[in-house]
């Protein structure tokens, strides 16, 4: 029997990085299959300008290599349902994703399928060739003092918001709702100003927004300092939450992950350990926050690259989900 390896990716700009890759995967069977995000799941992981080359421009140029046999595109922003329809005997990622934050590797090996992580060719980014080609006259995120520079920078990214988040902000809104709606519960976790962030939250969701209704179960993983130190002591901060996920999260629950960067090992190990609990996921993140999107069933990304604007950007985005979640229960109680 032919045996098959998958791997995933976006492919936005095909480079000698990618080309090397996929070749060392296909010898690991008889049959390559590539799942490449569409366009519109592209531009939720990687922001907004992406991608570059559309979706039917990049399956054709794959196809065109003689190491790839079939190429599936998927809309989600993870590739789990295309595993495990496909459940290929071989799962294959670039060494920038290490086992344990596969998607999909618990599943191929529930199978006595291989897990495979492998080491990039150096000098070969997608995400640095983009850069580049913006660099000369993308100045938006330089640092200047002064206060009406940050005010403009703040306007800025509330202003792109506005115009390319506000579906998904509705898409996340209804997410939350149904997680209570259903009778489960929404845990939150983030690191500095995100702990304060899950917190603000976690409180507005028990207590009340604007509107008198019933109190909503959200817990912030941030608060209980003896849970915290002793998890931190005990095992180490990685852990800090994925401790906690273990004892209070179940399926049908709702993770809500706060991330400027997308990249903090402790929130990428609360998202994993979510996910293998069948717990739904919203990633919260900046635009370099790929990780965190690629990990995550839903995420936002900030328009911007500085914390500061992030965060302001996630705390409006936190206020508009209890608007929207007030309004919800107002209308299931009429």
């Keep these: 029997m032919a045996k098959t390896v998958f791997t995933n990716g976006g492919f936005d700009i ?21 799942g490449i995000n569409s366009d519109e799941s592209v531009r939720r992981t990687k922001g907004n300008g992406r991608p570059i080359v559309d979706q039917e421009a990049r399956k054709a140029v794959l196809l065109g290599l003689s190491s790839v046999d079939e190429v599936v595109i998927f809309d989600e922003l993870t590739p789990q349902r295309i595993i ?4 290929p005997d071989v799962l294959v990622k670039g060494g920038d994703w290490p086992e344990s934050e596969i998607v999909g590797a618990d599943f191929v090996r529930s199978r006595g399928g291989e897990v495979h992580s492998l080491p990039l060719l150096e000098g070969y980014s997608t995400s640095k060739i983009v850069e580049s080609m913006s660099a000369s006259d993308d100045t938006s995120e330089s640092h200047v003092s002064g206060i009406d520079q940050t005010i403009a920078e703040h306007q800025a990214a509330i202003e792109e918001f506005r115009a390319i988040l506000q579906p998904q ?4 809104a209804k997410v939350i709702y149904n997680t209570f709606k259903n009778g489960k519960k929404v845990l939150i ?53 994925v401790r906690q996920i273990e004892a209070l999260g179940n399926e049908g629950d709702c993770l ?29 993140t900046g ?38 979640v007030d309004e919800y229960v107002a209308e299931a109680a009429n």
């Design 256 to 284: 809500i992950a706060f991330s400027t960067s997308g990249n903090s090992s402790n929130i990428i190990a609360a998202v994993m350990e979510a996910r293998r609990r069948g717990m739904t996921v919203i990633g919260m």
């Design 189 to 241: 976790c983030g690191n500095g100003g995100s702990a304060a962030d899950s917190q603000h939250l976690a409180a507005e969701f028990v207590g009340r927004y604007e509107t008198e209704r019933i109190g909503l179960p959200a817990i912030a993983l941030t608060t209980d300092t003896s849970s915290l130190t002793a998890i931190t002591n005990d095992y180490d901060f990685d852990r800090v939450f």
């Design 287 to 324: 635009s370099g926050g790929k990780k965190l999107a690629g990990l995550s069933d839903h995420c936002i990304i900030a328009p911007s690259a500085r914390t500061a604007r992030i965060q302001e950007c996630h705390i409006l985005i936190c206020h508009l989900w209890c608007q929207l």
């Design 169 to 172: 902000i509705e898409e996340t």
């Design 14 to 34: 095909l480079h000698p990085g990618h080309v090397d890759l996929l070749n060392r995967a296909r010898a690991f069977g008889d049959r390559l299959v590539v």
């Design 84 to 87: 495990e329809e496909i459940a």
